[in-house]
């Protein structure tokens, strides 16, 4: 179910452009959530548009979004889905943030987004 919701999150990313999708398996290492999605956009607007269509995608589908966070400064978007975290960040924020560091130790998932 999870896997299924972290699927379903990046192909929403996906299907607004979202770049450089990364998903992370917190699974033994965060107590937050059992997977974090990392992306960005490259402009304040698209960093909506996907945080947004993520939010959309996922309450079509029944699921609750617990919170989201950051989403009028659109520099660091939080989308909480219970067990999937999606961090959007605008582009130069990413890099500053550069969660994929701060996570290193947590293995990468392959997810096949639906775009090619």
Known sequence: MTKKLLQLAANAADDKRAEEL?????????LVADYFLICHGN???????????????????????KRMEGFDEARWILVDIGDVV???????ER???????LWG??????????LA
Do not use: W
């Open 22 to 30: 990364v998903a992370l398996n917190m699974q033994g290492i965060s």
């Open 43 to 65: 402009s304040d607007k698209q960093v909506q548009a996907i945080a947004r269509g993520i939010k959309e995608a996922a309450e079509e589908q029944g699921y609750t979004v």
């Open 86 to 92: 999606v961090h959007v960040f605008y582009r130069e």
């Open 95 to 101: 890099g500053y943030y550069n969660l994929e560091r």
């Open 105 to 114: 130790d947590a293995p990468r998932e392959d997810v096949q987004t639906e």
